[in-house]
Nanobody, 127 residues
Framework: VQLQASGGGLVQPGGSLRLSCAAS????????IGWFRQAPGKLREGVAC????????YYSGSVKGRFTISRDNAKNTVYLQMNSLKSEDTGVYYCATGAWAGKEAGTWHEEDRYDYWGQGTLVTVSS
């Protein structure tokens, strides 16, 4: 099982980026995917999740309305479209998966629901 996150970079406040999480060794037809981020000096936090059952999506309050998570099962890839970026969105973004990822609405952000993690991609929002 491998997850490869990509698409990070430097962007100005108000700009957009699209992150990709390519999965290999397993099918996204059967697993949910979550995006997490870790800002400098802070704990890692859940950002968004999409489940495998019915495509339900979940977002943290700080990104709801600005970020959109989606999946392309044919490409075995999940995307995180990030719009209206703010300086506080700066951090390393990780994608993760596990048997319980996104299966329960109240626990999608809990790291112990995720067994496999990608290597992270750095997003810097700065002028």
């Amino acid at each position: 099982v491998q997850l490869q996150a990509s698409g990070g970079g430097l962007v100005q406040p108000g700009g957009s980026l699209r992150l990709s999480c390519a999965a290999s060794g397993f099918s996204l037809d059967y697993y949910g995917i979550g995006w997490f981020r870790q800002a400098p000096g802070k704990l890692r936090e859940g950002v968004a999740c999409i489940n495998d059952v019915d495509g339900s999506t979940y977002y943290s309050g700080s990104v709801k309305g600005r970020f959109t998570i989606s999946r392309d099962n044919a490409k075995n890839t999940v995307y995180l479209q990030m719009n209206s970026l703010k300086s506080e969105d700066t951090g390393v973004y990780y994608c993760a998966t596990g048997a319980w990822a996104g299966k329960e609405a109240g626990t999608w952000h809990e790291e112990d629901r995720y067994d496999y993690w990608g290597q992270g991609t750095l997003v810097t929002v700065s002028s």
